[in-house]
């Protein structure tokens, strides 16, 4: 059972906004840990797409950011497009072992 | 470039036993930590197994542990994984995942295989 909870799904037009949530405890999150960001489409390799709560990998449009307050964090995608339809996961450190969201679903209508 | 390649897909029965392989290249193995995440089918990412790089420090998910055994080999720049006393719920793709390092901070994955597929079915 995962311990960082995300909404299942968010969707959005081509040219808006969506944020996804990532909801976590005292424990992972709220205790100091970094929050990760993962986009997976099926039957591929997941993606980092950002580490660190905010920082993006060499390669990954600007479009994606992360922040970290509290106990949970976020992924921002501004400027949705078509193959941002995804999904996407948040991963963090709990009881010294790693922990990944529930995943969310986006759709871009 | 950086690839990681799992093999070992096979449909097991309920009880049984399998290996899964991921071969490494185009990074320095035997330095990196490694883990294995799975993904059944309709559900999540979630973490299996981790290793480091000289295979003093592992760590299991408490759904797998005493039934899955993790290991390398730094010459052949191999990660596997032995999953023992398979059960229906432990079908799923399988993942080789590489952590971008060895820090304090580092506890993300920066490249991922493609995945390999357990079934475990009667």
């Known amino acids: 059972q995962s311990v960082l909870t995300q909404p299942p799904s968010v969707s959005g037009a081509p040219g808006q906004r969506v944020t996804i949530s990532c909801t976590g405890s005292?424990?992972?999150?709220?205790?100091?840990?970094?929050v990760h960001w993962y986009q997976h489409l099926p039957g591929t390799a997941p993606k980092l797409l950002i580490y660190?709560?905010?920082n993006r990998p060499s390669g990954v449009p600007d479009r994606f950011s992360g922040s970290k307050s509290g106990t949970s964090a976020s992924l921002a995608i501004t400027g949705l497009q078509a193959e941002d339809e995804a999904d996407y996961y948040c991963?963090?450190?709990?009881?010294?072992?790693?922990?990944f969201g529930t995943g969310t679903k986006v759709t871009v209508l | 470039e950086v690839q990681l390649v799992e093999s070992g897909a096979a449909l097991v029965q309920p009880g049984g036993s399998l290996r899964l392989s991921c071969a490494a290249s185009?990074?320095?193995?035997?330095?990196?930590?490694m883990s294995w995440v799975r993904q059944a089918p309709g559900k999540g990412l979630e973490w299996v197994s981790a290793?480091?790089?000289?295979?003093?420090?592992?760590?299991?998910a408490d759904s797998v542990k005493g039934r899955f055994t993790i290991s390398r080999d730094n010459s052949k720049k191999t990660l596997f994984l032995q999953l023992n006393s398979l059960r229906v719920e432990d079908t799923a793709v399988y993942y080789c995942?590489?952590?971008f390092g060895s820090g304090p901070a580092d506890y993300y994955f920066d490249h991922w295989g493609q995945g390999t597929l357990v079934t475990v079915s009667s």
């Open positions: 991963q963090s450190y709990d009881s010294s072992l790693y922990v």
């Open positions: 005292s424990s992972n999150i709220g205790a100091g840990f970094d």
């Open positions: 660190g709560n905010i």
């Open positions: 185009g990074f320095t193995f035997s330095n990196s930590p």
């Open positions: 290793i480091n790089d000289k295979s003093d420090i592992i760590k299991y």
């Open positions: 995942a590489k952590r």
